[in-house]
């Protein structure tokens, strides 16, 4: 069945950073964009990313700028998220998400990763 | 950045009553919306895209109708599996921005 899969739970110093990664099955990676969503504890959802498993183009939510890069490994359909310059305030449960549209297109996001909890201490 | 307005934040109703969960954009998305189920300690859940489209195996008693600013999710008949938060997302010109929540509670 189509599923992404992603690492396991972080514990971060302040200024570290982290990698979180996501495993694509099921279906044609290279087909649909994969954003990343977080979700701060009893909070709401934010769009941070995305990154087109094709050609590796990404677009970052301006917030996240020069602070996030996302890269993906087609050979093990597998997409990364890399958040640097990590904060208290980055404490966050972190979703891969597929598009739910073949690109170029975009729709909404039809797949969730199980999500990966950062915390990053005060 | 385009904003997106839920209300109410809090909805409490019974079962078997028929809910309506408004989501405003502050500025013209057309029918890019979508809807998304949360609850506690799992991911969203998509339940209808381009505004009324439901989702593969999502139950008919939901239902979505707007566009342009203004979006309506409706419940017809409360079932005890539909207590969770909601979450409005448009996905406009590849931006995206979600609603704050409404958490449909039991009365």
């Known amino acids: 069945q189509v599923q992404l899969v992603q690492s396991g739970a972080e514990v971060k110093k302040p200024g570290a950073s982290v990698k979180v990664s996501c495993k694509a099955s099921?279906?044609?990676?290279?087909?649909?964009?994969i954003h990343w969503v977080r979700q701060a504890p009893g909070q709401g959802l934010e769009w941070m990313g995305w990154?087109?498993?094709?050609?590796?183009?990404?677009n970052y939510a301006q917030k996240f700028q020069g602070r996030v890069t996302m890269t993906r490994d087609t050979s093990i359909t597998t997409a990364y998220m890399d958040l640097s310059r990590l904060r208290s305030d980055d404490t966050a449960i972190y979703y891969c998400?597929?598009?739910?549209?073949?690109?170029?297109?975009?729709?909404?996001?039809?797949?969730w990763g199980q999500g990966t909890m950062v915390t990053v201490p005060s | 950045d385009i904003q997106m307005t839920q209300s109410p934040s809090t909805l409490s109703a019974s079962v078997g009553d028929r809910v309506t969960i408004s989501c405003r954009a502050s500025?013209?998305?057309?029918?890019?919306l979508a809807w998304y189920q949360q609850k506690p300690g799992k991911a969203p859940k998509l339940l209808i895209y381009?505004?009324?489209i439901l989702e593969t195996g999502v139950p008919s008693r939901f239902s979505g109708s707007g566009s342009g600013t203004e979006f309506t999710l409706t419940i017809s008949s409360l079932q005890p599996d539909d207590f969770a938060t909601y979450y409005c997302?448009?996905?406009?010109?590849?931006?995206?921005?979600f609603g704050q929540g409404t958490k449909l509670e039991i009365k």
């Open positions: 990154i087109s498993p094709n050609s590796g183009d990404t």
């Open positions: 099921g279906y044609t990676f290279s087909d649909y964009y």
């Open positions: 998400v597929r598009d739910g549209a073949v690109a170029p297109k975009n729709d909404a996001f039809d797949i």
């Open positions: 997302q448009q996905y406009n010109s590849f931006s995206y921005t």
């Open positions: 500025q013209s998305i057309g029918t890019w």
């Open positions: 381009k505004a009324s």
